[in-house]
């Protein structure tokens, strides 16, 4: 069973300080994705990476697969009110078909 | 457009009701799924249809049906629910292939079972 774990379960800043959000497993993955999350709405797909060591940028969030492609990182430059939401992971795995094994989810606030 | 839609956005049922929550997409994404999620937890996969049929289920009481009538739309027919049964209902599409990964989800179906 594969499993991906999230840290911290929640985080609490002010604007205008940076945060990282974890992502770790002992799987390897063939994909990960950051979705974000508001409270009553679906996930919203930030980004899927795929190659081991990659990093993309999506404005002021930097997202890393580990060169193992078994963790992630989320980092947010600055943070702002509207960066407030539930931080998802999720994996995929050849092996799984098209199931994604989501982490545990990492809950952001940001005050203003 | 990347966008799945739901409907209802709520539903408020009885344990004795029968009714149906819609999904739709027009990405052409040939594989479609049915979440359940509970507060402050992620989604839970329930069911996968892939070219129309149903490819995994995921131990889903049979209180739950659901149905694929063409590559657009997902149906999800609830009868006899039980209060647990309560939760945000997601649907989601993705394309199939290498990028089956990359799921796209709609806002969902707030349940509330009476």
């Known amino acids: 069973t594969q499993l991906l774990e999230q840290s911290p379960q929640f985080l609490s800043i002010q604007e205008g300080e940076n945060l990282t959000v974890y992502c770790n497993s002992s799987s390897v993955f063939s994909s990960l994705q950051w979705y974000r999350q508001e409270p009553g709405e679906g996930p919203v797909l930030l980004v899927t990476v795929v190659t081991g060591g990659e990093v993309k940028k999506l404005k002021r969030l930097t997202f890393q697969f580990g060169d193992a492609r078994k963790d992630s990182s989320l980092h947010i430059t600055a943070a702002q009110p509207g960066d407030t939401g539930l931080y998802l992971c999720a994996g995929g795995a050849a092996a799984a078909g098209n199931k994604l094994t989501f982490g545990g989810g990492t809950r952001v606030l940001v005050k203003p | 457009d990347t966008e799945v839609t739901q409907t209802p956005k709520h539903l408020v049922m009885g344990m004795t009701n029968k009714k149906s929550l819609k999904c739709e997409q027009h990405m052409g994404h040939r594989a479609m799924y049915w979440y359940k999620q509970k507060a402050k937890k992620p989604p839970e996969l329930m069911f996968v249809?892939?070219?129309?049929?149903?490819?995994i289920n995921e131990s889903v009481p049979s209180r739950f049906s659901p149905e694929c009538p063409n590559s657009s739309l997902l149906n999800l027919h609830l009868h006899a629910l039980q209060p647990e049964d309560s939760a945000l209902y997601l649907c989601?599409?993705?394309?199939?292939?290498?990028?089956?990964?990359?799921?796209?989800f709609g806002p969902g179906t707030r349940l509330t079972v009476t």
């Open positions: 989601a599409s993705s394309p199939s292939g290498v990028q089956a990964y990359e799921q796209y």
């Open positions: 249809y892939s070219y129309e049929k149903l490819s």
